[in-house]
């Protein structure tokens, strides 16, 4: 059985976990705390960072993109249309591009400065002491989550999927960083006003009501996907 280190509140893991569940795959999770930087982990990723999976022979494939792909080439070959990663060489590289906006340029913008600062530090308090969220990067990211979520919407209203007329591992790549926004929005941003950068809880959701759609309805025949432990496990 394949292992995959992950933390539940990692946008990274999330999209790696989700792709696992789009192929049926079991899989053994481990949860990691990459700020404790323990020395077995970073034998397995000296990054150490998140996520991690390790194959039922030994291989260890590191970062959500290389996961994915690796995912795809081993485990897509005879899915037909369910496969995550599209065969023209055109609209693998629309995927790709895609998927390194949500995984670099979003993560670096909104969710990691929230996750951080809102999840992982109540964490890191309980080893390194008091360690108080920065109120000047919650801002920032609070900021910037509008320009991402009108371009999510954009795309969302031009394609049937985001990264064209058929599904694909992008499918999973937005559905994870912007489904944390509702976890840890409480806090971060703004439920009763919009306008000035910043973001009611409940317009993150409204920007994209149907691609939201699409993609419930794909699982609405037979899948339990939504309620798989692979993608929600509750938070402690």
């Known amino acids: 059985m394949l292992t995959l280190y992950h933390h539940p ?21 481990r949860e990691e705390a990459p700020w404790e930087r323990r020395h077995d982990f970073l034998v397995l990723n000296p990054a150490g ?11 260890i494939i590191c970062g959500a993109g290389p996961i994915v792909e690796y995912l795809d080439e081993t485990r897509g070959g005879g899915l037909s249309e369910h496969r995550l990663m599209p065969r023209s060489a055109v609209e693998r590289a629309e995927v790709r591009r895609l998927i390194s906006w949500f995984n670099d340029k979003f993560f670096a913008e909104v969710t990691e400065h929230l996750v951080l600062e809102k999840v992982y530090k109540l964490q890191m308090r309980e080893i390194d002491g008091d360690r108080a969220p920065s109120a000047s990067a919650i801002r920032a990211a609070r900021a910037n989550v509008r320009y991402h ?29 912007t489904s944390l926004l509702p976890t840890i929005s409480a806090r971060c941003l703004d439920r009763g006003r919009s306008g000035q950068g910043v973001v009611c809880a409940g317009e993150v959701a409204a920007l994209v009501p149907a691609y939201a759609r699409r993609y419930r309805a794909r699982h609405a025949a037979g899948g339990d996907l939504f309620r798989s432990r692979l993608l929600i496990r509750p938070w402690r």
């Open 9 to 29: 509140m990692s946008p990274h893991s999330r999209f790696v976990r989700l792709a696992l569940g789009e192929y049926r795959i079991a899989v053994e999770l």
């Open 49 to 59: 960072t998140l996520p991690v999976l390790v194959e039922t022979d030994g291989a």
């Open 149 to 177: 979520m009108r371009y999510l919407g954009f795309l969302a209203g031009q394609r049937n999927w985001l990264a064209g007329d058929r599904i694909s591992s992008l499918l999973t790549s937005p559905l994870r960083p």
